[in-house]
T-cell receptor
Framework: KAGVTQTPRYLIKTRGQQVTLSCSPI?????VSWYQQTPGQGLQFLFE???????NKGNFPGRFSGRQFSNSRSEMNVSTLELGDSALYLC????????????FGSGTRLTVV | SQELEQSPQSLIVQEGKNLTINCTSS?????LYWYKQKYGEGLIFLMM?????EEKSHEKITAKLDEKKQQSSLHITASQPSHAGIYLC?????????????FGKGTKLSVIP
């Protein structure tokens, strides 16, 4: 059974650019969550999608957005990149949400220069 | 907002020794997750605890959730170098409509052969 797949693994972008990260959940999982991990702030929740609907959003600026497709694959987009957006972005999938357990992907390491 | 405090922040133990990592929530939890992370990689699921007083074990790792569902401990028996990494506790707050996990800052474990 394939795990959660995140692409790309590494990304280097310039300030002001935008970036799109992709997450393919485990087959049958309908909930996809995104987290940002930095040395200073640790793991912080970005947003969660279930059946193409955003159910919850963390405390991040509007430059961070996401969406989920009908096949449960999800993308997150960051526009007008800032140096502080450099982080490991992790995606987690679950059959339905919190009480069903979350499986994390390997993450996308974004570096903004 | 909910916070999770982990202690200690770091731990260095001799191979073969036992150790305990603690996680305390400021609010009652719906569920508590333990994950392990190797530097720069994704989170590996260890255990999920949902009932007050629950205890689960996997190989040499045991996790407990207190009756009030606000404190959890992770105990490793006879540690091995393969146990080294960052241990993270993640909590889902009690109450309807929560589809996110709040994480502690992590405990960095080093095991000296």
């Amino acid at each position: 059974k394939a795990g959660v797949t995140q692409t790309p693994r590494y990304l280097i972008k310039t300030r002001g650019q935008q970036v799109t990260l992709s997450c393919s959940p485990i087959s049958g999982h309908r909930s996809v969550s995104w987290y940002q991990q930095t040395p200073g702030q640790g793991l912080q929740f970005l947003f969660e999608y279930f059946s193409e609907t955003q159910r919850n959003k963390g405390n991040f600026p509007g430059r961070f957005s996401g969406r989920q497709f009908s096949n449960s694959r999800s993308e997150m987009n960051v526009s007008t990149l800032e140096l502080g957006d450099s982080a490991l972005y992790l995606c987690a999938s679950s059959p339905r949400g919190t009480n069903y357990g979350y499986t994390f992907g390997s993450g996308t390491r974004l570096t903004v220069v | 907002s909910q916070e999770l405090e982990q202690s200690p922040q770091s731990l260095i133990v001799q191979e073969g020794k036992n150790l305990t990592i603690n996680c305390t929530s400021s609010k009652t939890l719906y569920g508590l997750y333990w994950y392990k992370q190797k530097y720069g990689e994704g989170l590996i699921f260890l255990m999920m605890l949902q009932k007050g007083g629950e205890e689960k074990s996997h190989e040499k790792i045991t996790a407990k959730l207190d009756e009030k569902k606000q404190q959890s401990s992770l105990h490793i028996t006879a540690s091995q170098p393969s146990h080294a990494g960052i241990y993270l506790c993640g909590g889902a707050p009690a109450g309807a409509g929560s589809y996110q996990l709040t994480f502690g800052k992590g405990t960095k474990l080093s095991v000296i052969p």
